[in-house]
T-cell receptor
Framework: EAGVAQSPRYKIIEKRQSVAFWCNPI?????LYWYQQILGQGPKLLIQ????????DSQLPKDRFSAERLKGVDSTLKIQPAKLEDSAVYLC????????????FGEGSWLTVV | SQKIEQNSEALNIQEGKTATLTCNYT??????LQWYRQDPGRGPVFLLL?????KEKRKERLKVTFDTTLKQSLFHITASQPADSATYLC??????????FGTGTSLTVIP
């Protein structure tokens, strides 16, 4: 079974530029998460989708971050404009109640804002 | 909002000893608690889950305890090996499958 796929793996941009990350969850997983992990810290939930609807986006900085999950499969997380403090790993994860309560993570997209 | 804290200092132990990691939380009543392992440059990987009505869970050399009165979980690795060196994360989850992670504890097992 293929895991959670993310791209790009690494990205370096200048502040005030924009960036987009893509995630393809495990096939059949209805729930998709985006987490932000700053170096030395635990993952912080940014947004949770159930199919193509948003369940929780309370910690998403909506003035600069946006996410969508069209058709309830792939998802894109966008940052515009980026700030230096956005430098982090952006982890996508997916889950399906039918497979229990485990969430499966991708390898992450590493963002450096200079 | 919920606060989840793990051992603030990195943990170094001798091979063969038992490693004990702590996860404390406040302002939350999770339906269950999970432990994940994260290697450098990789995403977290699920290890164990324990529900609010369970006191202890075991899986091979791993043991998790959950005290909802103390709001604390302990994660034990017995007969530790250098390959166990990694960062370990605890995560709290509610019935809506929203997962909130702790700060993580870095474990190094010294040969």
């Amino acid at each position: 079974e293929a895991g959670v796929a993310q791209s790009p793996r690494y990205k370096i941009i200048e502040k005030r530029q924009s960036v987009a990350f893509w995630c393809n969850p495990i096939s059949g997983h209805a729930t998709l998460y985006w987490y932000q992990q700053i170096l030395g810290q635990g993952p912080k939930l940014l947004i949770q989708f159930q199919n193509n609807g948003v369940v929780d986006d309370s910690q998403l900085p909506k003035d600069r971050f946006s996410a969508e999950r069209l058709k309830g499969v792939d998802s894109t997380l966008k940052i515009q404009p980026a700030k230096l403090e956005d430098s982090a790993v952006y982890l996508c994860a997916s889950n399906n109640r039918g497979t229990g309560n485990t969430i499966y993570f991708g390898e992450g997209s590493w963002l450096t804002v200079v | 909002s919920q606060k989840i804290e793990q051992n603030s200092e990195a943990l170094n132990i001798q091979e063969g000893k038992t490693a004990t990691l702590t996860c404390n939380y406040t302002n939350y009543s999770p339906a269950y608690l999970q432990w994940y392992r994260q290697d450098p440059g990789r995403g977290p990987v699920f290890l164990l889950l324990i529900r609010e009505n369970e006191k202890e869970k075991r899986k091979e050399r791993l043991k998790v305890t959950f005290d909802t009165t103390l709001k604390q979980s302990l994660f034990h690795i017995t007969a530790s090996q250098p390959a166990d060196s990694a960062t370990y994360l605890c995560a709290l989850a509610n019935t809506g499958n929203q997962f909130y992670f702790g700060t993580g504890t870095s474990l190094t097992v010294i040969p």
